[in-house]
């Protein structure tokens, strides 16, 4: 039943934008210049439309009501962030921005602080980028405090994909033990060596390896973890394989 609900949103999202075809990303969507898509909302323009907005769906079990917005076709909405690539999918599949409350789609930043009352009062037929608590999982001291919780009620087997890792300085006494043990165990420098990262940092920055406990920053928060020995290379250079899926649910989790 929840599929099909999907399917019948998605359906609806189709008509009211008169896009009979598949959702798309437009070729030059990176290039795209063009402003807010009022273009797009014939003639309308991007003001409140005096929708209000409800209790949350998930508590009731099932999606209430929602009224499309009839002025101007389907509307997003964009707080603390400005994605050129989203912005220009969203539009040229018919989506027009807006700065008021009648919106299907809320783009925000990762930094923002979501407070639980802006997910309790969503209407069924809302969606916004992000999961309640989500960054319990995609920050890289949260991760690790997480999995080394589930390690220790489940048993470390469990999660043995995972390597030897510390969050500094609040660990350091650990780590510190961890890394004596590992340099006494080891033939050469080679296989004592460990990558330390930011916590909340992404897309690569402010990461190097030690192959030194005194290199080590104590005065700032970081991750520090055994380093994988031997990595797979392509033309002798470390890649990362992301694989993105979709994600309608945590609370029931589907």
């Not at 399917?7 to 959702?23: D, P, V, Y």
């Not at 969050?167 to 510190?176: C, K």
């Not at 165990?185 to 060596?193: C, F, L, P, Q």
Request: aromatic share 10%; proline share 5%.
């Amino acid at each position: 039943r929840h599929w099909q609900n999907l399917l019948e949103e998605l359906r609806l999202l189709r008509n009211e934008s008169g896009n009979q075809g598949s959702i798309c990303v437009p070729i030059n969507a990176v290039k795209d210049n063009r402003p807010n898509g009022s273009e797009y909302v014939n003639g309308s323009n991007s003001s409140n439309n005096g929708a209000s907005i409800g209790t949350s769906s998930l508590e009731s079990g099932r999606p209430k009501e929602y009224t499309p917005n009839t002025k101007g076709l389907l509307q997003y909405k964009l707080m603390k962030t400005d994605p050129k690539l989203v912005r220009a999918t969203l539009e040229h599949n018919g989506f027009s921005l807006t700065g008021g409350h009648d919106w299907r789609v809320m783009w925000m930043s990762s930094s923002v602080a979501l407070k639980q009352f802006i997910y309790e009062n969503l209407n069924s037929g809302q969606r916004i980028n992000h999961f309640p608590m989500s960054k319990e999982i995609t920050r890289k001291d949260l991760l690790c405090k997480n999995i080394v919780s589930m390690q220790k009620r489940y048993g470390k087997g469990q999660f043995d994909f995972f390597p030897d890792t510390y969050n500094l300085p609040a660990e350091f006494a650990d780590f510190y033990e961890a890394y004596n043990q590992s340099k006494a165990a080891g033939k050469d420098e080679e296989t004592n060596i460990w990558i330390v990262k930011p916590t909340s940092s992404s897309r690569g920055r402010g990461i190097y390896l030690i192959d030194d406990i005194a290199k080590v920053p104590l005065e700032e928060e970081c991750v520090v973890s055994k380093y994988i020995p031997n990595p797979c290379l392509i033309n002798n250079v470390k890649f990362d394989l992301r694989i993105y899926v979709v994600v309608t649910s945590y609370e029931p989790l589907l």
